[in-house]
């Protein structure tokens, strides 16, 4: 996933605290950490050690330990983190204390997958309304949901109180969909269309793209290959660190 951020983004939220203005890189880890912690908590344990977290969210247990650093965490030596507090913290961070809603645009093959995925009210999202432009799709109800025109985003955004807009059209039509999200005060924008947006400053951009990832594990295909032809064979030991993860 690849993201662009301009720096300064006031959010839309105008009482929160200051947050400590953490490296996007730990920001990106963040979430890892918070999925392990959530199935550690599942699984009955109260502490974990910096490495048996590290492990589960797979990443090297000298940058988790950093990563947790710039949240005020440092663990208990000979003792870990509290599972329980550390989920609250990262949870607080991310501003995962209120439930996010989220808006559908384009509920196609890839739409309709997102609609009817269960799985992210418990990851602190709702999927409060759906959208397409298609007079044909307006109408279907997928998981207990309407799919609406997209000329009613301005009204039903301020009934939904949306404040994350996902975008599943076309590339052809996705800056038009963009525009039309922060126009109705959308200042987060998860982009599917394999196509760069441009936005005004203090709107957040982060795009998903499975083609580009597949690109660069075929990268590491390709370098892999190359190197166990090299006499004394694959060097690299660790493919996670390799590619960067
Ligand atoms: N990021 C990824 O990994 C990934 C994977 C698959 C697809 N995609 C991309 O996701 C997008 C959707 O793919 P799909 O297969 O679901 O396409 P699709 O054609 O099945 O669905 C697109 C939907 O968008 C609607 N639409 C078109 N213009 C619109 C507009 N202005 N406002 C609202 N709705 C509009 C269409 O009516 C249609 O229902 C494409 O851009 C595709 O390239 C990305």
Redo the contacts with the bound molecule.
């Keep these: 996933m690849s993201q662009h951020r301009h720096p300064g983004a006031p959010g839309r939220a105008g009482a929160v605290p200051a947050l400590p203005d953490l490296p996007e890189a730990t920001v990106a880890r963040l979430p890892e950490y918070l999925r392990a912690l959530h199935a550690l908590a599942d699984t009955g344990h109260e502490t974990v050690s910096s490495e048996g977290l590290a492990n589960a969210a797979g990443v090297n247990s000298a940058k988790l330990r950093k990563d947790l650093s710039h949240l005020g965490s440092y663990g208990t030596r000979g003792v870990g983190y509290d599972v329980t507090l550390l989920i609250e913290q990262i949870e607080s961070v991310l501003g995962l204390t209120q439930c996010r809603s989220v808006a559908l645009?384009?509920?196609?093959?890839?739409?309709?997958?997102l609609a009817g995925y269960d799985g992210f009210a418990s990851r602190g999202f709702r999927i409060a309304a759906l959208?397409?432009?298609?007079p044909s799709?307006v109408g279907e109800e997928i998981n207990g949901l309407v799919v609406r025109h997209?000329d009613d985003l301005a009204r039903v955004a301020v009934e939904e109180s949306i404040s994350i807009g996902v975008?599943?059209?076309?590339?052809?039509?996705?800056q038009?969909?963009a525009d039309?999200l922060v126009a109705v005060g959308v200042t987060s924008i998860l982009n599917?269309?394999?196509?760069v947006l441009s936005v005004p400053e203090g709107v957040d951009v982060r795009?998903?793209?499975?083609?580009?990832?597949l690109q660069i594990l075929s990268f590491h295909e390709h370098r892999k290959a190359s190197l166990t032809a090299l006499p004394g064979g694959l060097a690299a030991t660790d493919t996670q660190e390799a590619i960067g993860t």
């Excluded at 975008?167 to 996705?174: F, G, H, L, R, S």
């Design positions: 645009v384009g509920v196609g093959n890839l739409g309709h997958a959208f397409d432009a298609d799709r997209v975008i599943a059209t076309p590339a052809p039509a996705a038009a969909v039309q599917f269309a394999p196509c795009k998903v793209d499975l083609a580009i990832e």
